[in-house]
């Protein structure tokens, strides 16, 4: 089964990110490598990325001739995907106990950021809707 | 440059979403398929996935020993992604035109969606797809 591990932050988080100290932003990444390569070495890997900032972020919609109208103005509660992690695992509580490693990313002062996970199944098909 | 586009919507729209016809979703699902296709062709595409619903969704945090504290409970307000393209293209412009295409898929009775799509590109120090 596979799911999607989904680590999202409002545009505050981002601002609060980039003032974390060098130290702190090391620490995290050593974190993050590490996870990767043990998700890797245990079987379940299947990929994962970081996106841009919200500032790079936009918004799309077709006009009327569906020629695309973008927008870059989100509420300041807008949650934006911050990176995620797809894995295929045995069970759900395999893939939350995944999630809560991830959540435990050191933050600031090497304490673990504690960051909300969202855990989702991804779909095999269409068939998986009810369609 | 990769770009993921982002489909999502709050949990209203995903129930109104089971309210379609056949005739509606299969409309769509055409539209989607031909994108899909030309993707393809073009040598654009990475990767689409489609998620379940918001019923089945978890947050999930690490407790003090690592233990997985799990939590199904979501504002009505609460945006959940439905899906996602990822596409390898030239400019962003190309990135914007591929969204656009995917905002004019059919909905109810025909008529594009025109649901929004966030677009964003890929932290590439970061990327680590395999």
Known sequence: MKYILMMTGKKSDFEGYASWSKADLQANVSFM????????????FVSTEGLGWPSEAKLVRAGKNGEPITDGVFP?????????????????????????????APGPGGKPANMPIEVRPVLSGHA???? | MKY???MSSARTGVESYHAWSKQDIEAHMAA????????????EFV?????????EAKVVRGEKNGV?????????????LLGYWIVDVAN??????IAGRISAAPGPGGKPTNMPIEVRQFASHESNSE
Do not use: C, M, N
């Not at chain 1, 509660?77 to 995944?98: M, N, R, T």
């Open chain 1, 33 to 44: 490598r590490a996870f990767s390569k043990e998700l890797k070495d245990s079987g379940v």
């Open chain 1, 76 to 104: 300041e509660s807008k949650e934006f995907l911050a990176g995620y992690w797809i894995i295929d695992v045995e069970s759900p509580d395999q893939a939350y106990e995944v999630a809560a490693r991830a959540s435990q």
């Open chain 1, 128 to 131: 998986d809707l009810g369609l």
């Open chain 2, 4 to 6: 993921i586009l982002l």
């Open chain 2, 32 to 43: 989607l398929q031909s994108i899909h296709k030309d993707l393809t062709a073009s040598g």
């Open chain 2, 47 to 55: 990767a689409t996935q489609g998620l379940t619903g918001p019923s």
């Open chain 2, 68 to 80: 997985p504290v799990t939590d199904g409970i979501f504002p009505e307000s609460k945006e959940f």
């Open chain 2, 92 to 97: 962003a412009g190309r990135a914007y035109a």
